[in-house]
């Protein structure tokens, strides 16, 4: 008799590869359907599952592949990286890696682009709903500490870069209109996503000085701090009002969840 461990194993091998001697550990005595054909039912439940994962996280990128190359892509992906998560949530997490390093998918980096917005879509949607800044938590902040403020943004936001249209050509297949051509820009294009007040996924497109302020914040830089670093796109009279400005859209947003100073 095999060991519960052994089975264990044959049993999930037969899983992740569709063979192996799995069904020698099953009864055979189910009526008119062998051992062999049972446990091959279960198994085509299984990848079947998990493919309906992948079409649900991401419906997009299936209808950009289309039904042919997403189901080359899917098989290849439940190759290379075979599922390892307790919850399905998890089990698309490097398909972007996968697009990128694997041919013909990695031909067309738009894919491994569309990929990762759809994921940082997720990662905003799911993210912990925790209490937002509001307004008169900013106005209670002592004029003198200021240049001291530091923010801590709210967990669901989320910064996106592209070269290829990813986010243009998803709003068009969104939409049942034809994707934007695959095309390479010059310069990087910046996103933010995050989950507004309502529990609803947004994103828009972001200009260089407010990403750098972005990134600053993220990096524990205060608000003295990012002036100072606004002075390479704008002058020094507007800086404050610049950046007074983008915190109010935040707050506004919901893109805040704390404001710290130093006392």
């Known amino acids: 008799m095999s060991s519960l461990k052994q089975i264990q194993q044959d049993f999930l091998h037969f899983l992740l590869h569709g063979n192996g001697p799995f069904a020698e550990h099953v009864v055979n005595d189910q009526g008119n359907i062998s051992a062999e054909q049972r446990v091959s039912i279960y198994g085509n439940a299984y990848r079947i599952r998990l493919q309906e994962v992948v079409e649900t996280d991401h419906e997009i990128l299936g209808l950009y592949l289309g039904d042919e190359l997403f189901d080359q892509m899917f098989a290849g992906y439940l190759d290379a990286y075979p599922s390892k998560f307790d919850s ?11 697009l990128a390093n694997n041919a013909p998918f990695s031909e067309h980096p738009i894919l491994a682009e569309l990929a ?31 240049p001291t403020i530091q923010i801590r943004f709210h967990p669901s936001m989320q910064l996106f870069s592209e070269r290829y ?13 034809a994707p934007s051509p ?9 996103w ?21 302020m972005i990134e600053q914040y993220l990096q524990g830089a205060d608000f003295a701090d990012v002036c100072e670093g ?7 009279e507007q800086v404050p009002v610049f ?12 893109l805040i969840y704390q404001f710290r100073t130093a006392s």
């Open 243 to 254: 950046a007074v400005q983008s915190i109010q859209t935040w707050l506004q947003q919901g």
């Open 116 to 146: 990762r917005f759809e994921r940082l879509l997720l990662a905003a949607f799911d993210a912990a709903d925790i209490a937002r800044a509001q307004p008169q938590d900013l106005a209670a902040i002592a004029p003198e500490l200021w």
């Open 88 to 98: 399905l949530r998890h089990y698309c997490q490097f398909i972007p890696e996968y």
């Open 192 to 212: 933010l996503l995050w989950r507004n007040h309502d529990r609803l996924t947004e994103f828009r497109s972001l200009e260089a000085d407010e990403r750098y």
């Open 182 to 190: 695959a095309t390479e820009h010059a310069e990087e294009q910046h």
């Open 165 to 177: 249209n990813a986010v243009r050509s998803w709003q068009a297949i969104k939409g049942n209109q």
């Open 230 to 236: 606004l002075l390479t796109w704008h002058e020094p």
